[in-house]
């Protein structure tokens, strides 16, 4: 078994690295919030591991399909692979409590900010260390998920971020960083591996 000692970022999708567009039925409305490409594959070349980490209620809300959801996480991956930037792992949850497709309708353990996507990344690649983890997003839930999982939490104001802040969305939360972006967001990080590396 290897180490546990690979740094990683949990990422969210929507309003992190794509433009919020609400749910978003044609592919091409996917479109990649500026710098993310770059800032993904900073992380890359550090060796710093990006796990996207995003709730997608639209098959269980009735909208599309579970098959629809894998096209648009295929699209952000192709995207991103256009700017040289690599996900190392790509993790979803289709459920709701209150859904209207029954296959898709139940309280489960990963819809953030439940961790169950953050813990089955870990169970699925040992390498990634907890003591150095982060998760970046737009929403309060995004941030509650980093409690919940021992992570950083960085808050981009991209996204529903500014109205997460101002309360007018979700509930108050405190991150431990708040960024203009994505770009910034990895400054952040980056700078807190080399403090802990140092
Ligand atoms: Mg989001
Ligand atoms: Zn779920």
Same mark, same amino acid.
């Given at each position: ?8 970022? @949990?990422?969210?999708? &929507?309003?992190?690295?794509?433009? *919020? +567009? #609400? ?38 809300? #009735? =909208? ?16 991103? &692979? ?9 993790? =979803? ?27 089955? +990344? ?5 390498? @990634?260390?907890? $003591?150095?983890? @982060? ?8 941030? *509650?998920?980093?409690? $919940? ?10 996204? =529903? #971020?500014?109205?997460?802040?101002? #309360? *007018? ?7 431990? =960083? ?8 990895? &400054?952040?990080?980056? *700078? ?7």
């Amino acid at each position: 078994m290897p180490d546990a000692s690979q740094p990683v970022v @949990f990422l969210d999708r &929507d309003g992190t690295l794509n433009v *919020e +567009a #609400g749910y978003i039925r044609i592919l091409e409305n996917l479109v990649l919030i500026e710098g993310a490409g770059e800032a993904i594959r900073r992380l890359n070349d550090a060796g710093v591991a990006a796990v996207l980490v995003t709730n997608q209620s639209g098959a269980a809300r #009735g =909208y599309y399909g579970e098959d629809h959801i894998l096209a648009l996480n295929k699209r952000l991956v192709n995207l991103l &692979d256009r700017e040289g930037a690599h996900l190392d792992d790509v993790y =979803y949850c289709p459920h709701l409590p209150d859904g209207v497709v029954e296959q898709y309708t139940c309280v489960c353990q990963c819809r953030k900010p439940a961790p169950g996507l953050v813990e089955r +990344a870990y169970s699925e690649h040992p390498q @990634f260390d907890r $003591n150095q983890s @982060f998760v970046i997003g737009d929403k309060a839930t995004d941030v *509650e998920l980093a409690t $919940n999982c021992g992570a950083k939490s960085v808050l981009v104001e991209t996204g =529903y #971020g500014k109205q997460v802040l101002s #309360g *007018e969305y979700q509930w108050k939360v405190v991150p431990d =960083y708040q960024a203009s972006c994505i770009t910034e967001a990895v &400054d952040w990080i980056l *700078e807190q591996l080399s403090i802990l590396s140092a």
